[in-house]
């Protein structure tokens, strides 16, 4: 059964870098695509972007310029790097596996906050 | 940017049928996906390519398609069955996007 578990600081402050890491166990991560999706507080889901093992990506268009997703297959993990944070970056952060067949299954979830 | 309309909310009896339905201009190019989120939970995989439902799905949820609209169905809905439920579908360059939810409240 496929796992996925987010980890990274939860409490940033305006302007600084969001890194968060998801560590896939149960399958190798050398398969499938692996995505970041993010939900604000008490709204809708918000598709980031993915990575393929190979390293290829693709981004939301609307968060192109400030984010990086990236794939450690040594590790099994892959991460998200989002730059320029503000208040409305806060939400809860979640990881998945992609296929054709959705986005299944999903972490728990990390609930960063953005606040000076 | 592509956009996937749900309606916000659906008000449903025990044992009777929810519908919540889904647009978008993509489809039926596109493959939609559903997704069932409870308060504090993640989301999980309902329905995925338009009708197929994992194994640990039960059979009173199902999901159909007809022209720009898709569909899910919840027959014989239980009060369990209370949350968030979003579409999901891609678009020609490779992104992805979400309907906006629609709460289904159980009476």
């Known amino acids: 059964q496929v796992r996925l578990q987010e980890s990274g600081p939860r409490l940033l402050k305006p302007s600084e870098t969001l890194s968060l890491t998801c560590t896939v166990s149960?399958?190798?991560?050398?398969?499938?695509?692996w995505s970041w999706i993010r939900q604000p507080p008490g709204k809708g889901l918000e598709w980031i972007g993915y990575?393929?093992?190979?390293?290829?990506?693709n981004y939301n268009p609307s968060l192109n310029s400030r984010v990086t997703i990236s794939v450690d297959t040594s590790k099994n993990q892959f991460s998200l790097r989002l730059t320029s944070l503000t208040a409305a970056d806060t939400a809860i952060y979640y990881c998945?596996?992609?296929?054709?067949?959705?986005?299944?299954?999903w972490g728990q979830g990390a609930l960063v906050t953005v606040s000076s | 940017s592509y956009e996937l309309t749900q309606p916000p909310s659906v008000s449903v009896s025990p044992g009777q049928t929810a519908t919540i339905t889904c647009s978008g201009d993509?489809?039926?190019?596109?493959?939609a996906h559903w997704y069932q989120q409870k308060p504090g939970q993640a989301p999980i995989l309902l329905i995925y390519?338009?009708?197929e439902r994992p194994a640990w799905i039960p059979e009173r949820f199902s999901g159909s398609s007809s022209g720009t609209t898709v569909t899910l169905t919840i027959t014989g809905v239980q009060a369990e069955d209370e949350a968030d439920y979003y579409c999901?579908?891609?678009?020609?360059?490779?992104?992805?996007?979400f309907g906006s939810g629609t709460k289904v409240t159980v009476l």
């Open positions: 998945a596996r992609m296929n054709s067949g959705g986005f299944n299954p």
């Open positions: 990575v393929y093992s190979s390293g290829n990506t």
């Open positions: 149960g399958d190798s991560i050398s398969s499938d695509y």
């Open positions: 390519q338009n009708f």
């Open positions: 999901q579908s891609g678009d020609s360059s490779g992104t992805f996007v």
């Open positions: 993509e489809f039926p190019r596109r493959f």
